[in-house]
């Protein structure tokens, strides 16, 4: 996905938004949330970065000397350091480790659905339950249920859980993902929405790279870039596994750019707070040696990373994404990349796709909290990958029958065969082994099936 093609998503958004509003929409907050200097924000970051190879016993102002560059990242534990670097720096040592593009490498990857009125209040208020009382849902009495197959909040979702089998996977895993703690590297979240509530990580946890804090608080306006992209991506997580934690990481500008060292940064952070799952709905044209030392980092401590695969509609998946086939990767059993595809299975204009893309969800108008109190819908592989995200940290809150190395495996085998579908077929083996079914998934790796 090019940033060209991110900033025309923003213009029809904001053309959206003009037409079908008419106004400005305000950030409604039911609370003050605290502030807690976390790190300084990286707003004087360089264009470039070096990623280089460091020993255990290596001093941080050695290295510095060495390249001619101020450190970005420091992990001697995991043997990596990440530097920035401006044309000062040693252009023979530079050369040979490879200076990359560090600034704007990486985009959201959604689009806000402006649907059938596009945005309401939030409906239902804050809390429901699940008919019969057979299954408690959403940790902290927030959010969520089924009716007679609805899913109570957002009605709108139903036919996408119905066709992935999200209430018999949520019947058979009663534990709804707790324990697990899911990190949503993103633009941020609505910290204040009501949809939230007992679903997030203590404020001390979380971290926002952009400003520099404790605070990864969504900013902008909505219609615009990225504002509310991330509240969507975590709430599907949290739909699919209810009780799960999510430890927002915010690394996305207002409008959905981040820097590659950011990212990396980020996802070292997720791991030191014991994460079992990262998603990353965004994705960048060129590789990031940052970000696949800190993506290495995290499968090889057995942290599952989720990427989506970019909404260019080309032969081509974003990275990181298109270094997540397990066939070829050095990321192990621990990666997965996800595409998307339409409620009749049929691949969605948009979605990126080739040989290595490892499934597809369904990513195309998925309703979640927006925001201000209110929800609407975004489309987009990001609305895909946490679909698998929330689909394993379902599976990791359960005792299994199977090795955890062995869940991403199971996620694709026990998918739906999408290349039945006529629209399909000239996508045949690029489209991965299938489509997300939550309940063949679940049924599989407890030992249901």
Same mark, same amino acid.
């Given at each position: 996905?090019?940033?060209?093609?991110?900033?025309?998503?923003?213009?029809?958004?904001?053309?959206?938004?003009?037409?079908?509003?008419?106004?400005?929409?305000?950030? !409604?907050?039911?609370?003050?949330?605290?502030?807690?200097?976390?790190?300084?924000?990286?707003?004087?970051?360089?264009?470039?970065?070096?990623?280089?190879?460091?020993?255990?016993?290596?001093?941080q102002?050695?290295?510095?000397?060495?390249?001619?560059?101020?450190?970005?990242?420091?992990?001697?534990?995991?043997?990596?350091a990440?530097?920035?670097?401006?044309?000062?720096?040693?252009?023979?040592?530079?050369?040979?480790?490879?200076?990359?593009?560090?600034?704007?490498?990486?985009?959201?990857?959604?689009?806000?659905?402006?649907?059938?009125?596009?945005?309401?209040?939030?409906?239902?208020?804050?809390?429901? +339950?699940?008919?019969?009382?057979?299954?408690? =849902?959403?940790?902290?009495?927030?959010?969520? +249920?089924?009716?007679?197959?609805?899913?109570?909040?957002?009605?709108?979702?139903?036919?996408?859980?119905?066709?992935?089998?999200?209430?018999?996977?949520?019947?058979?895993?009663?534990?709804?993902? =707790?324990?697990?703690?899911?990190?949503?590297?993103?633009?941020?979240?609505?910290?204040?929405h009501p949809?939230?509530?007992?679903?997030?990580?203590?404020?001390?946890?979380?971290?926002?790279?952009?400003?520099?804090?404790?605070?990864?608080?969504?900013?902008?306006?909505?219609?615009?870039?990225?504002?509310?992209?991330?509240?969507?991506?975590?709430?599907?997580?949290?739909?699919?596994?209810?009780?799960?934690?999510?430890?927002?990481?915010?690394?996305?500008?207002?409008?959905?750019?981040?820097?590659?060292?950011?990212?990396?940064?980020? !996802?070292?952070? +997720?791991?030191?707070?014991?994460?079992?799952?990262?998603?990353?709905?965004?994705?960048?044209?060129?590789?990031?040696?940052?970000?696949?030392?800190?993506?290495?980092?995290a499968?090889?401590?057995?942290?599952?990373?989720?990427?989506?695969?970019? /909404?260019?509609?080309?032969?081509?998946?974003?990275?990181?994404?298109?270094?997540? /086939?397990q066939?070829?990767?050095?990321?192990?059993?621990?990666?997965?990349?996800?595409?998307?595809?339409?409620?009749?299975?049929n691949?969605?204009?948009?979605?990126?796709?080739?040989?290595?893309?490892?499934?597809?969800?369904?990513?195309?108008?998925?309703?979640?909290?927006?925001?201000?109190?209110?929800?609407?819908?975004?489309?987009?592989?990001?609305?895909? +990958?946490?679909?698998?995200?929330?689909?394993?940290?379902?599976?990791?809150?359960?005792?299994?029958?199977?090795?955890?190395?062995?869940?991403?495996?199971?996620?694709?085998?026990?998918?739906?065969?999408?290349?039945?579908?006529?629209?399909?077929?000239?996508?045949e083996?690029?489209?991965?082994?299938?489509r997300?079914?939550?309940?063949?998934?679940?049924?599989?790796?407890?030992?249901?099936?």
């Amino acid at each position: 996905m090019t940033l060209k093609m991110g900033l025309k998503m923003q213009k029809r958004s904001v053309t959206g938004l003009i037409s079908l509003l008419g106004l400005s929409l305000l950030l !409604i907050s039911c609370g003050k949330l605290s502030t807690v200097l976390a790190e300084p924000a990286e707003t004087s970051v360089t264009d470039y970065s070096v990623t280089v190879a460091i020993d255990k016993d290596a001093q941080q102002s050695d290295i510095e000397n060495q390249y001619g560059g101020s450190v970005l990242l420091w992990h001697p534990e995991e043997g990596f350091a990440v530097l920035g670097v401006d044309s000062g720096g040693n252009k023979s040592l530079i050369k040979t480790a490879k200076l990359e593009p560090n600034k704007n490498r990486f985009l959201a990857g959604g689009e806000l659905a402006w649907i059938n009125g596009g945005v309401s209040a939030w409906a239902g208020g804050s809390v429901s +339950a699940w008919a019969g009382g057979s299954v408690s =849902a959403w940790a902290g009495g927030s959010v969520s +249920a089924w009716a007679g197959g609805v899913y109570i909040p957002l009605p709108q979702n139903t036919f996408k859980w119905q066709r992935m089998n999200l209430e018999a996977a949520q019947t058979m895993a009663k534990n709804l993902g =707790a324990g697990v703690k899911v990190a949503v590297i993103d633009s941020g979240i609505d910290l204040y929405h009501p949809a939230f509530k007992g679903g997030l990580v203590a404020q001390s946890q979380m971290r926002d790279y952009v400003d520099g804090d404790t605070n990864p608080q969504e900013q902008g306006r909505l219609g615009i870039g990225a504002y509310g992209h991330g509240t969507n991506v975590a709430s599907i997580v949290l739909q699919v596994a209810p009780k799960a934690k999510i430890l927002p990481l915010r690394v996305l500008r207002p409008d959905g750019s981040g820097d590659a060292s950011v990212v990396a940064k980020a !996802i070292m952070y +997720a791991i030191s707070q014991n994460v079992k799952v990262i998603n990353l709905s965004l994705g960048s044209d060129v590789p990031s040696a940052a970000v696949s030392a800190a993506v290495k980092a995290a499968t090889d401590k057995g942290i599952f990373v989720v990427a989506s695969s970019g /909404n260019g509609g080309s032969l081509q998946i974003t990275y990181p994404a298109n270094e997540f /086939n397990q066939d070829t990767n050095t990321f192990g059993k621990f990666s997965v990349s996800v595409g998307s595809v339409n409620e009749n299975d049929n691949k969605s204009g948009f979605s990126n796709y080739g040989a290595n893309l490892e499934m597809v969800a369904l990513g195309e108008v998925v309703y979640g909290p927006v925001p201000g109190r209110r929800q609407g819908a975004w489309t987009g592989t990001s609305m895909a +990958a946490p679909m698998v995200s929330g689909a394993l940290a379902l599976a990791l809150g359960e005792s299994l029958s199977v090795a955890e190395a062995e869940l991403s495996h199971k996620l694709k085998s026990r998918s739906a065969n999408i290349y039945r579908q006529d629209k399909n077929l000239i996508y045949e083996d690029l489209l991965g082994e299938g489509r997300l079914d939550l309940g063949a998934f679940i049924a599989e790796v407890m030992g249901l099936d």
